[in-house]
Nanobody, 127 residues
Framework: VQLQASGGGWMQAGGSLRLSCVVS????????MGWFRQAPGKEREFVAQ????????YYKESVQGRFSISKDIVENTVYLQMNSLKPEDTAVYYC?????????????????????WGQGTLVTVSS
């Protein structure tokens, strides 16, 4: 399984960015997908997850209402739309595929629950 993330960049506070994660080797329609982020000097943290059928989504509290996770089954791609960006959103963002056998839960996920990761894309938000 390979995940290729892109879409990061520099943005002023209040702006928007959309991250993409192209997945190969596993269908996103059969996989719970997630986004994590890691700020400088901090541990990797959960941001969002989306269920196999894209019906259910769960977000880290601090991004609820500003970020939106989605998937395109035809393109086998997962997206993270980030609006109203804040300087504290600055981090390297990673997409990840949940381990087979695990299912969606309406709660924050541990990074250990995911077995395939993209390379990360840097998002920098200036005030």
């Amino acid at each position: 399984v390979q995940l290729q993330a892109s879409g990061g960049g520099w943005m002023q506070a209040g702006g928007s960015l959309r991250l993409s994660c192209v997945v190969s080797g596993r269908s996103v329609s059969r996989t719970v997908m997630g986004w994590f982020r890691q700020a400088p000097g901090k541990e990797r943290e959960f941001v969002a997850q989306i269920s196999k059928g894209a019906v259910a989504k769960y977000y880290k509290e601090s991004v609820q209402g500003r970020f939106s996770i989605s998937k395109d089954i035809v393109e086998n791609t997962v997206y993270l739309q980030m609006n109203s960006l804040k300087p504290e959103d600055t981090a390297v963002y990673y997409c990840a595929a949940l381990r087979p056998g695990l299912g969606y839960i309406p709660a924050p996920r541990s990074a250990a629950d995911f077995d395939s990761w993209g390379q990360g894309t840097l998002v920098t938000v200036s005030s």
